[in-house]
């Protein structure tokens, strides 16, 4: 039987299965996959952001805000959390909370991507409500 030993396959940790899936936009998937690593390593800011963000991509608004919430808990400074958690404040009409995190980007980054594109939803977001 030689030839039988067959090396085991890298598999894809789950997480990295549901970055895949939530870059292509399969969020339901994604959730089944990050509720399964925050289990598993309920530390992950990465992963409860990544959740938060498929929860609010799939209409689950009050899930996203405890999803972005325990983030921002364990990272204080984590940028995609507070851009995201910005931008469901802003799809729940709560512009000052959005404001509020907008403000933390930039205190943390100063001119970082995440805070870029809050500032475009939230400057896209007054101009729709004729704020302005």
């Known amino acids: 039987a030689a030839g039988s030993i067959v090396e ?38 990465d992963a409860w952001n990544y959740l938060g963000y498929s929860q609010r991509k799939t209409g689950m608004f009050e899930n996203a805000l405890k999803s972005y919430t ?5 990272d204080p400074r984590h940028r995609g959390a507070h851009e995201y958690v910005g931008e469901l404040y802003l799809q729940t009409d709560n512009l000052p909370k ?29 101009k729709a409500k004729g704020l302005s």
Do not use: F, M
Request: glycine share 2%; charged share 40%.
């Open 8 to 45: 085991p396959a890298k598999t894809d940790s789950d997480y990295d299965k549901a970055v895949k899936a939530v870059k292509a936009e399969k969020y339901r998937d994604a959730i089944e996959l990050l509720q399964k690593v925050v289990q598993k390593e309920p530390a992950k800011a």
């Open 70 to 74: 325990r983030a921002l808990e364990i």
């Open 98 to 126: 959005a404001e509020e995190h907008l403000k933390k980007l930039i205190e943390i980054c100063g001119n970082c991507s995440e805070k870029k594109d809050l500032e475009k939803a939230v400057a896209a977001y007054k």
